[in-house]
């Protein structure tokens, strides 16, 4: 007795030459069940039955990405942004198609294929159908010299997309956010001169990195963005930020909200000067004369919003011309506050109560490594100044301040801010946590849009990697903003598998390649509409009339390339 086992396998050329790989093991089929999978494949495929007039079956010669160029082209017609960048590149005579290798990273952004190295290791440009004929192949060269010509058009084509986004979004510009994140390399980098060790928001200390500084509207919409230094303070970005908005985007009066990392007099001072209106974060008491104020039981004057007890009370100290704190207080926070502060404080005695155990079992005696030991279990826990210690020789003692500690957890729900506006209360309440705008942007970039890894040995690279994850954060929050509009519930990462499952399928029929499009997914069909992108058939069969056969070229080795 005989049997017959099946292979699902893919057809691709290599070096004029026609290749097949195995994409899966389909097992033992009898032949009715051989005959049912191969009129399944062509349904797929769009293709008549191969059996019914005796046909062998469908080979499969490939499949490229159809829905995320499509839909990456037509926001990028849509916002004018492609226009935009080749108006620019002309002027700068580049010799390479700067506007298609922006599309090519903004399809791997948007559907998670990583950095440029990742790009050019797994080519994601050969699988974008249609990308081949509508401009020439790209190599990882390109890439790389595409990322330093988008930084250096960086303020013109967004002072472009600024007024194209006003008008088809119809923004409110009377609310900006201002905020920073950092992100980090891992290896040495020692060629950088952006790449410092500083404060880390991902928790990587070990890690060099940059700072990121993003404007955004109050709908999350990016505005622009800037590469710092690792190394850079917070409340140092303020004054070119302000100058940026001012100067290039022409918002002339506007109420700019930023929060407690910003805080100094003279970021005050420059938020006066620039003749807009401001709420400035100040936190919960990390400046003297703000922890006072505070610590003030409310006198009157008390304001409930949402269930945020709000009220003002005078600085014994004015910072700038501003004197006076509005103070926030909510159960929720001082809930959350608490614990955040009760975590910290239980390390810290962890910490000291190691040190002791260590120096009473003579592990330390020297008076100096005893101390520098205490340092350590203190160092950047935020709760220092509630704990005092003394060190000798053999000799070690600490102590919590409890009393500190149940006033700083008895206030823990207040947080302050510095304003200078017209707003009512509850309008300065509601933009002040619309704050989360920036937040959210930022968790965007680096959770759904890939902003790590960064691999790239050159400064000017590195702060296009970053320029091009947030033109993909801007197409992100587009796609948003349309499918709350049209009442879709459906996450944009969803929305975006959905439109990924748009495939072309190139099959041969009695030997003859033809480009079919696979069915797609419901979802994707109301995404494509919810955007505004008509006709998705009509297009691909445009694409196809003019689609050369299926062909792919692994390039693992994308440094061997010869390139430009």
């Not at 140092?236 to 908005?245: A, C, P, R, S």
């Not at 919590?400 to 200078?420: I, P, Q, S, T």
């Not at 990462?493 to 419901?522: N, S, Y």
Request: net charge neutral; proline share 3%.
């Amino acid at each position: 007795r005989s049997y017959t086992y099946y292979r699902l396998v893919e057809s691709y050329r290599e070096a004029g030459q026609v290749k097949h790989r195995i994409l899966g093991q389909l097992g033992s089929l009898s032949r009715e069940e051989a005959a049912k999978l191969a009129r399944r494949f062509a349904e797929i495929a769009g293709a008549p039955d191969p059996t019914s007039d005796g046909a062998d079956g469908v080979e499969l010669n490939g499949i490229q990405q159809f829905g995320p160029p499509l839909l990456v082209e037509h926001l990028l017609d849509r916002l004018g942004l492609e226009r935009c960048v080749r108006e620019a590149a002309e002027k700068r005579r580049v010799e390479f198609d700067v506007a298609a290798a922006l599309k090519v990273m903004l399809c791997a952004h948007l559907f998670k294929s990583g950095s440029r190295s990742e790009l050019a290791v797994w080519d994601w440009q050969q699988k974008l159908f249609g990308h081949g004929h509508r401009s020439p192949d790209l190599a990882y060269a390109h890439l790389l010299r595409a990322l330093g010509v988008l930084v250096d058009m960086q303020k013109e084509v967004e002072e472009c997309l600024f007024r194209r986004l006003v008008d088809l979004f119809s923004l409110r510009v009377d609310l900006v956010f201002y905020d920073l994140t950092s992100t980090y390399v891992e290896g040495r980098a020692e060629w950088s001169e952006i790449l410092q060790r500083g404060y880390s928001r991902d928790q990587r200390g070990d890690c060099k990195q940059v700072v990121i500084g993003l404007v955004v509207t109050r709908e999350g919409f990016p505005v622009t963005c800037r590469v710092f230094d690792g190394i850079t303070v917070d409340k140092t970005t303020l004054g070119e930020m302000i100058d940026e908005v001012k100067r290039r985007f022409r918002i002339e009066r506007c109420l700019w909200v930023s929060d407690a990392g910003l805080l100094s007099r003279r970021n005050v001072e420059l938020l006066e000067g620039s003749g807009y209106e401001y709420i400035l974060g100040a936190g919960n008491g990390g400046r003297q004369g703000v922890e006072a104020a505070l610590g003030e039981s409310p006198r009157d004057g008390v304001t409930v919003v949402n269930g945020v007890r709000v009220w003002s009370v005078t600085l014994a100290e004015p910072i700038g011309r501003c004197g006076r704190l509005v103070v926030l207080e909510s159960e929720g926070r001082r809930e959350k506050t608490a614990a955040i502060l009760e975590r910290r404080l239980a390390a810290v005695r962890e910490g000291l109560a190691r040190v002791e155990k260590r120096v009473k079992e003579g592990d330390l005696k020297e008076r100096e490594a005893i101390r520098l030991a205490a340092e350590k279990a203190l160092h950047r826990s935020g709760v220092t100044k509630h704990f005092t210690y003394e060190a000798g020789r053999g000799h070690f003692q600490w102590a919590e301040d409890a009393e500190a500690v149940a006033a700083r957890k008895a206030h823990a729900g207040r947080y302050g801010w510095l304003a200078r506006t017209d707003l009512p209360t509850e309008e300065g309440v509601r933009a002040y946590r619309t704050l989360l705008a920036a937040e959210d942007a930022f968790r965007v970039l680096k959770d759904d849009l890939d902003l790590r890894p960064v691999w790239h040995p050159c400064d000017t690279n590195v702060e296009g990697h970053v320029l091009t994850a947030m033109w993909s954060c801007l197409l992100y929050k587009g796609v948003e903003v349309d499918l709350e509009r049209h009442g879709l519930v459906l996450s944009v990462a969803r929305a975006l598998q959905a439109v990924k499952q748009v495939q072309a399928v190139e099959v041969a029929i009695r030997q003859r390649p033809v480009w079919k499009l696979m069915k797609a997914p419901p979802e994707a069909a109301a995404v494509f509409a919810a955007i505004g992108l008509e006709n998705a058939k009509a297009r691909f069969q445009q694409w196809a009339e003019r689609a050369p056969p299926y062909h792919y070229t692994p390039r693992l080795y994308p440094w061997k390339e010869s390139g430009p």
